[in-house]
């Protein structure tokens, strides 16, 4: 990491961030920033608002006719392309014609729908029909907006065979008249040049340029959107020039234009150390301070550019900033600079050593687990922004990778203990690494002295009979069914599979496993939509490879694998009472000083949780009933009457 790099992570207070470890950290209160967002955004407010609104002498006041066509429309929308994308734009163009002729609309739904399906045309490139459309329009009386104006002037000019690529006099000179108009605003810029760039192919540096010619057609005084002044840095950063980008980056005074421009350099294989001391070093010049999604784009170019030094380094100061609390983004990244660290130290040539400031995956997945239980306030139910289903993917796969089986055991269980839904791409993670390490074994049978570790796995009569060509993909589907491969374990019966990714099963067994089919387990087909996965199958063939790693034990197999599993899950999932939890987010306790009672506590809050679901249930079955009678006017549903001095009033 360079030297103006770690500079500057010291401006921002990030000090002691390379060489930073989880005991020495003192957790802050992040959520401080959400609590001042919740206070200002009073319901109170928001409902006197909408009231104010909704008054019969307010011209503004939303309407249900509104709603309607803006629903309509959005449909219109949907439609449309979705028959570009499988179908053909004739087939769009004869659809929005008819779904036009059909509606006896007003005459600004009309005109909405034109402007809208116009654009839909010209970002997937049909030409001619856009045209046709735009046409339609005309002869139906309407007077099209500046901005379809000027896209149908730029799609009219860069069609025309005498058009010159490399020079923009021409594009400027057409569309001046109709980007100086006051009614021509930002959001007809960007989508002006967002036609221009992917639909038309004009160079990044032309469209930066038109940008820039459109602020000064509009006075010195001229401040870009956020959403304008965002394309114009990435449209700079496309063409090349870095020091413009930043240029206008700190016209914005905050931090997504350097983010937009980072992820872009990243994403082109151009970041470098270099440019990440450039951006910094002009963002303290214009004293913006970097948020959670700067750091986190910061720390995945890293990643991508493998200095995972720097990666941690950055994943450190995050950890100092008071203001800023990890998310599952950050942690997906580290798990990969952890798989690279790894990787890189086990090169039989030219190893890499793991920087000093490398943090082991038990490590990082305990730390996101911590602050999971820091958003949710010890209810590890609750959702929360640290922890997704796809981090827990990676973090499994890196496990299984490592193999450590153990770890990856626990993992697999955070998707029943969190209530989040594993992806298809789950079970291939983990039975396609255990069939892969059983290869290496038959791979390498000769290096192992002794009982290996696919002996214990599969027994020594089936590793006897397999070969390492026999290891295949097609696999997956018995080892997932039997939780072996080479015949059905004696002790189980174990019905064959149906075709719909359900094993066959008798209707009084409902709980039977759901897996995927072996299809969508290897990509090969698309994973069904609200897909609900069953994890059984994993968790017994896990259980079976972390018994094999086992040598000796006098326990029975239950036992010994809840021994095992049972210690790692509390270094792992560390639990926390809802008091220190708090404590911690408010600073008044750091992480060495929580309570003994947490386990207990969170016990209790469990069942009190569970208790307060069932009431709420019988609560909602209650109001749905009144709801009902109401309907047929059979009685008055009085829950909704609030007095003045009721609480639920602002609400």
């Not at 957790?27 to 109170?44: C, K, V």
């Not at 006075?219 to 700079?236: F, I, N, Q």
């Not at 210690?567 to 809802?578: G, I, N």
């Not at 008044?588 to 809050?605: H, M, Q, W």
Request: aromatic content about 6%; hydrophobic content about 40%; glycine content about 6%.
């Amino acid at each position: 990491m360079s030297a103006l790099l770690r500079c500057a992570l010291r401006t921002y207070d990030y000090r002691n961030a390379l060489f930073m470890t989880s005991r020495h950290v003192t957790f802050y209160l992040p959520l401080r920033l959400a609590s001042t967002a919740l206070r200002t955004a009073d319901p109170s407010a928001r409902v006197g608002a909408h009231a104010e609104s909704s008054t019969p002498g307010n011209s503004n006041a939303p309407t249900a006719g509104r709603q309607n066509a803006g629903a309509k429309l959005n449909h219109l929308r949907f439609m449309v392309r979705r028959l570009l994308k499988y179908k053909s734009a004739d087939d769009a163009y004869g659809y929005f014609t008819r779904q036009l002729a059909s509606q006896a609309s007003g005459r600004e739904f009309v005109f909405d729908a034109y402007e809208r399906i116009i654009l839909v045309f010209l970002r997937t490139g049909h030409f001619n029909h856009a045209e046709q459309i735009y046409e339609d329009m005309r002869s139906a009386g309407l007077y099209s907006s500046s901005r379809t104006r000027a896209i149908m002037h730029a799609v009219e000019l860069v069609q025309s065979p005498d058009y010159d690529h490399t020079s923009s006099d021409a594009l400027f000179e057409r569309l001046t008249p109709t980007i100086s108009l006051p009614s021509f605003t930002d959001e007809g810029m960007r989508a002006l040049v967002d036609v221009l760039q992917h639909a038309l192919h004009i160079s990044p540096a032309i469209c930066a340029e038109l940008i820039e010619h459109y602020q000064d057609l509009h006075g010195d005084e001229k401040e870009l959107s956020p959403e304008l002044l965002d394309t114009l840095v990435r449209c700079h950063g496309e063409s090349g020039s870095i020091d413009a980008a930043l240029l206008h980056a700190a016209e914005a005074a905050e931090a997504a234009p350097y983010t937009s421009l980072l992820t872009l350099l990243s994403a082109a294989g151009r970041h470098s150390p270099a440019t990440a001391d450039t951006v910094l070093s002009y963002m303290a010049a214009a004293h913006v301070t970097p948020d959670l999604p700067f750091l986190n784009a910061l720390l995945s170019a890293a990643v991508r550019a493998k200095d995972f030094g720097t990666a941690f380094a950055v994943y450190g100061a995050i950890l100092k900033a008071p203001t800023i609390m990890p998310d599952a983004f950050t942690f997906s990244s580290l798990f990969k600079a952890a798989q690279g660290v790894a990787q890189g130290r086990a090169a039989r040539t030219n190893p890499v050593p793991a920087p000093p400031n490398a943090r082991s995956p038990r490590l990082l997945f305990s730390e996101m687990m911590l602050f999971h239980t820091l958003n949710t306030r010890g209810v590890r139910r609750r959702r929360s922004p640290a922890v997704r289903a796809s981090t827990l993917g990676v973090a499994l796969g890196l496990f299984m990778r490592s193999r450590d089986y153990v770890a990856a055991l626990v993992a697999l269980r955070a998707f029943r203990t969190l209530e989040l839904k594993p992806h298809a791409k789950v079970f291939r993670t983990v039975a396609a690494t255990l069939l892969a390490h059983v290869r290496l074994e038959l791979i390498h049978g000769e290096e192992y002295d002794g009982v290996r570790w696919a002996d214990r796995f599969l027994g020594a009569d089936v590793m006897s009979r397999l070969s390492p060509g026999d290891i295949k993909h097609e696999l997956i589907d018995e080892l997932l069914r039997t939780g072996t491969i080479g015949g059905v374990p004696a002790e189980e019966n174990v019905p064959e599979r149906g075709g719909l990714g359900k094993w066959a099963r008798r209707p009084r067994e409902p709980d039977w496993p759901r897996v995927p089919r072996l299809a969508v387990i290897l990509g090969k087909e698309p994973e069904p939509r609200e897909a609900k996965w069953d994890i059984g199958p994993l968790e017994r063939v896990l259980g079976r490879a972390v018994l094999a790693t086992l040598e000796e034990y006098t326990y029975s197999d239950e036992e010994a694998l809840e021994l095992v599993v049972g210690d790692a899950e509390r270094t792992l999932m560390p639990t926390m009472s809802r008091k220190s939890a708090v404590d911690l987010m408010e600073g008044r306790a750091t992480v060495g000083e929580l309570d003994d009672d947490a386990e207990v506590e969170e016990v209790e809050e469990e069942d009190e949780e569970n208790e307060e679901v069932a009431k709420e249930r019988i609560r909602q079955r209650r109001r749905i009933a009144r709801r009902r009678k109401r309907m047929t006017g059979t009685e008055t549903d009085t829950d909704d009457v609030c007095t003045d001095e009721s609480p639920l009033k602002p609400l």
